[in-house]
């Protein structure tokens, strides 16, 4: 069975500093793929990143970094010098290789980002 | 593009009242998703479409039904609404899975009292 768990239920930081976003998957499936979505107070999801289970490149968009690691079953994200924008709730997502594209979301993150 | 549109934003039901959710996509996307979202539980999904003329049942899809008579159409209906069935609704839309990403709608605020 598919499983994404975010341990850290909600985060606080204050502006600037970093912050690193937990996620770690289960799953059999040899091919999968890996999503983060923001959520931000207006409630539309947004699409951030999508990793492919046979790509482990580290990704950097900006002040955003992904570091996926299959060794851990890990996908964490890294907010570089946090802004008061950042605030949202930030999902991770497990798709399979295999089947029609159902994705497995984790419960979720509140970051809040503090002036 | 509009993208992902989802009609209403936000409607209060009665129970056993019936109602019925639309998305639409202008992106030319096969696939649709109907996801719900409860607190504390991310997201899950409630059925979804290959194609138009096609449904398929997700990972909660008791007291939902759906059609896709349309390509770019994703109707949810709740045929008698309970109050479990509060939450926000999610339609997404993707090209052919799993490679691609899916697209989410803005979303959907049911209460039902």
Same mark, same amino acid.
């Given at each position: 069975?598919?499983?994404?768990?975010?341990?850290? $239920?909600?985060?606080?930081?204050?502006?600037?500093?970093?912050?690193?976003?937990?996620?770690?998957?289960?799953?059999?499936?040899?091919?999968?793929?890996?999503?983060?979505?923001?959520?931000?107070?207006?409630?539309?999801?947004?699409?951030?990143?999508?990793?492919?289970?046979?790509?482990?490149?580290?990704?950097?968009?900006?002040?955003?970094?992904?570091?996926?690691?299959?060794?851990?079953?890990?996908?964490?994200? $890294?907010?570089?010098?946090?802004?008061?924008?950042?605030?949202?709730?930030?999902?991770?997502?497990?798709?399979?290789?295999?089947?029609?594209?159902?994705?497995?979301?984790?419960?979720?993150?509140?970051?809040?980002?503090?002036? | 593009?509009?993208?992902?549109?989802?009609?209403?934003?936000?409607?209060?039901?009665?129970?056993?009242?019936?109602?019925?959710?639309?998305?639409?996509?202008?992106?030319?996307?096969?696939?649709?998703?109907?996801?719900?979202?409860?607190?504390?539980?991310?997201?899950?999904?409630?059925?979804?479409?290959?194609?138009?003329?096609?449904?398929?049942?997700?990972?909660?899809?008791?007291?939902?039904?759906?059609?896709?008579?349309?390509?770019?159409?994703?109707?949810?209906?709740?045929?008698?609404?309970?109050?479990?069935? $509060?939450?926000?609704?999610?339609?997404?839309?993707?090209?052919?899975?799993?490679?691609?990403?899916?697209?989410?709608?803005?979303?959907?605020?049911?209460?039902?009292?």
């Amino acid at each position: 069975a598919q499983k994404v768990t975010q341990a850290q $239920t909600e985060i606080s930081v204050v502006e600037k500093e970093d912050v690193t976003l937990d996620c770690v998957y289960e799953t059999r499936d040899t091919t999968y793929y890996l999503f983060w979505y923001k959520q931000p107070p207006s409630g539309e999801l947004v699409f951030l990143i999508r990793r492919n289970s046979f790509d482990e490149q580290n990704e950097i968009s900006g002040r955003y970094s992904w570091n996926f690691q299959k060794s851990t079953s890990s996908f964490n994200f $890294t907010i570089t010098a946090s802004q008061v924008v950042d605030s949202a709730v930030y999902f991770c997502a497990l798709g399979r290789g295999t089947s029609y594209g159902k994705l497995t979301f984790g419960q979720g993150t509140i970051l809040t980002v503090h002036p | 593009n509009a993208g992902v549109t989802q009609t209403p934003k936000f409607r209060v039901l009665k129970t056993g009242q019936s109602m019925t959710l639309l998305c639409a996509q202008d992106m030319n996307h096969e696939y649709m998703y109907w996801y719900r979202q409860d607190p504390g539980m991310g997201l899950r999904l409630i059925h979804y479409s290959v194609g138009e003329g096609t449904t398929a049942k997700g990972e909660v899809p008791d007291g939902y039904n759906v059609s896709r008579l349309k390509k770019q159409n994703f109707l949810l209906g709740l045929e008698s609404a309970a109050p479990s069935q $509060t939450s926000v609704y999610f339609c997404a839309s993707s090209l052919d899975p799993p490679q691609e990403t899916q697209y989410f709608g803005p979303g959907t605020r049911l209460l039902v009292l």
